[in-house]
């Protein structure tokens, strides 16, 4: 019977397969990644703080409804919430982008905010759904606040940024909405409204002063 030698066994062994062909030929026909969005003129100091603070307000707003949606997302209230999770998850993206094309650093507290914001959409959720309402009304409340100080300096800046200013403006109104949706659903009503909504507030008001510089 014929053997084959150990050379031989060795040859077979180091030739490439039919299979490991086969995978790279696959490898070759995967369609290469999307190029990255095309870079900016390096941002101004006001561009580049207002960009840095809104990504991180952005990922916490997403994560925040993330954590309303796995506590409520079955309950009748999941429909509203998972709208407005749609609309904070292209925030987020959006302001990805632009830290990216303005090559502005993310803050450093972005890990922090990712699970604490998270925490504080399941734990209202978990007192029930007004709380979990009033959660939204108070950090929808200050984002408006926010985003409209910001327009005014964008505006009065000596070389205001059009395309942010649109940005800002429409995340503005989709913010005022999802805090009329709070109102609407019944938020006034949750238990201690006024202490949660407060604590919140000063929760979130902090955490974008921090933002904005670390
Ligand atoms: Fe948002
Ligand atoms: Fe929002």
């Not at 949706?181 to 921090?210: H, L, M, N, R, S």
Request: net charge neutral.
């Amino acid at each position: 019977m014929y053997r084959k030698t150990g050379i031989q066994l060795m040859r077979m062994s180091m030739a490439p397969t039919r299979r490991g062909q086969a995978n790279s030929t696959q490898q070759k026909q995967t369609p290469p990644p999307p190029p990255p969005p095309p870079l900016r003129p390096r941002a101004s100091a006001l561009t580049d703080e207002i960009i840095r603070v809104d990504h991180a307000g952005e990922l916490g707003a997403d994560r925040i409804y993330a954590g309303q949606m796995a506590i409520l997302g079955n309950g009748p209230m999941g429909k509203t919430i998972e709208h407005m999770w749609e609309q904070e998850k292209d925030h987020r993206k959006q302001f990805e982008q632009l830290i990216q094309q303005h090559r502005v650093r993310p803050t450093i507290m972005a890990p922090i905010w990712n699970v604490a914001a998270f925490a504080l959409g399941a734990g209202t959720a978990l007192l029930g759904e007004k709380a979990a309402m009033a959660c939204t009304v108070a950090v929808e409340t200050v984002i408006v606040e926010h985003y409209n100080d910001q327009l005014r300096q964008i505006m009065e800046s000596p070389n205001p940024d059009k395309e942010l200013l649109a940005t800002i403006t429409k995340f503005r109104d989709e913010e005022q909405e999802h805090h009329d949706t709070g109102i609407d659903c019944g938020a006034e009503q949750a238990p201690f409204y006024k202490a949660i909504t407060e604590v919140i507030k000063f929760g979130c008001k902090t955490a974008i002063a921090i933002s904005k510089k670390i």
